[in-house]
């Protein structure tokens, strides 16, 4: 055994010896990557010891004890699936019945284009896949072509498009001082985009600004766009925390079908199903017909094929019989909306608090604002002296999650934020 352990080492050293470089010198040249800003304030609330401490940083929702929330709707699909299913792959377009479903939602119930076969369509590793999965189809099929995404966006849409290495552009979007929609300088950059742009939407709840265009801005912006040729890549994470109604939080998308646009959608369990860590989305592409779906289907699932073969297959199941059931999907549809009320009765909560506190500034923002987040126009340094004096946690942006909010802690809250922006 020792002398096979020294036969082991000796080639091992050989092996790692080429020239003048030692076996510890492969990676020395690698620094640490900079810490993910949402993940990172996780991390240091997690690391506070104080009693009191609050955490709106991360972006997951939680009763109104603070505690993370499996849906009923999903407990009972798992007693419904358990012992029943077997382990086999999945195609490497992910679960058929889960997908069909989901184009449901986002395209409608009785879309005519699901009908005539003409989205193509993949499972995703959830939001996050369905992004990278097109970026990368994006970079693949259309290799000259940029991509427009909103000022501010949520920070990982960066990372996904400079990874597919597709160039990015941004427009405007949000306005610091009415903390709304920058519509017209929105509207002038669609107009200056070169014609057949790329442009990312949030199809609602715009994270990290919880500001959505009206049902009128996404009619001029649809319009807008059709004239200029671009193509809507729609970003869907939230459908149903919006408003509480997913029909209602489709409506951008909807807009842009009638207009007669060809869209890309991602789509994402983990919020309105609670399903983070299952990893289950979609994305799909309208093609111009059944022929054209199916090739890119196709070149979708050659880009999965090298990086995870075929996706994961028990969020899936759960998503698929929770959609397919009438009794689960009606109790769905009520959770979605509980959770969805809780959040917007918290903005009221929080924005009533600090106007009894006497705040000199004003909060409409926060009940204007829709879906999980309130862009709350805090500075860094005020944000940082809520980390340091009153354990409050949030990223430096002054993104608070509405889902960490509670009745318990909201006053708290309302009374660091006054104390911390009383004399801006
Ligand atoms: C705008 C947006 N897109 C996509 C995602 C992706 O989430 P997931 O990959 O967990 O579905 C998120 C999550 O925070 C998001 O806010």
Redesign the pocket.
Known sequence: MAARTTIYNKILQKSCNFGTRSMSSWWTHVEPAPKDPILGVTEAFLADTNPEKVNVGV?AYRDDNGKPVVLECVRESERRIAGNQNMEYLPMGGSVKMVDETLKLAYGENSDFIKEKRIAAVQAL????A?RLFADFQKRFRPESQIYIPVPT?SNHHNIWRDALVPQRTFHYYHPETKGLDFASLMDDIKNAPNGSFFLL?ACAH?PTGVDPTEEQWKEISYQMKSKGHFPFF?M?YQGFASGDPERDAKSIRIFLEDGHLIGC?Q?Y?KNMGL?GQRV?CLSVLCDDEKQAVAVKSQLQQIARPMYSNPPVHGALIVSTILSSPDLKELWLKEVKVMADRIIGMRTALKENLEKLGSPLSWEHITEQIGMFCYSGMTPEQVDRLRSEYHIYMTRNGRISMAGVTTGNVGYLANAINEVTKSA
């Open positions: 972006g959830s939001g996050t896949g992004c949520w949030h994270n970003d994470a991602a994402s983990a983070y989305g």
